[in-house]
Nanobody
Framework: QVQLVESGGGLVQAGGSLRLSCAAS???????MGWFRQAPGKEREFVSG????????YYVDSVKGRFTISRDNAKNTVYLQMNSLKPDDTAVYYC?????????????????WGQGTQVTVSS
């Protein structure tokens, strides 16, 4: 069982930065970690993911070049550095985890979820 707790959300002006953190209760070494977001009236979207080794990452096109995902397995923590934020990035951001035997980054199937953290970008 893995429990996830996000932090780092908040209100920022367009062009600003935020760093989200996701702390896991147990070891996450064999878990793929992902960040999803859900804006009001929209479906939950897979934003970024990182394989258990950290060697593979994925970004949705809309955040490429602006967001960076990373993980520290010694601290059981995954991060999402968000730069050049836009109003369209406004959403609740969720951390998720999925056990994997392979060092890959799937976009679905995550079965452990955090409670979410609100990110609001003002224009």
């Amino acid at each position: 069982q893995v429990q996830l707790v996000e932090s780092g959300g908040g209100l920022v002006q367009a062009g600003g930065s935020l760093r989200l953190s996701c702390a896991a209760s147990g070891r996450t070494f064999s878990y793929v970690m992902g960040w999803f977001r859900q804006a009001p009236g929209k479906e939950r979207e897979f934003v970024s993911g990182i394989s258990w080794s950290g060697g593979r990452t994925y970004y949705v096109d809309s955040v490429k070049g602006r967001f960076t995902i990373s993980r520290d397995n010694a601290k059981n923590t995954v991060y999402l550095q968000m730069n050049s934020l836009k109003p369209d990035d406004t959403a609740v951001y969720y951390c998720a985890a999925l056990y994997s035997d392979y060092d890959v980054v799937p976009q679905r199937g995550y079965n452990y979820w955090g409670q979410g953290t609100q990110v609001t970008v003002s224009s």
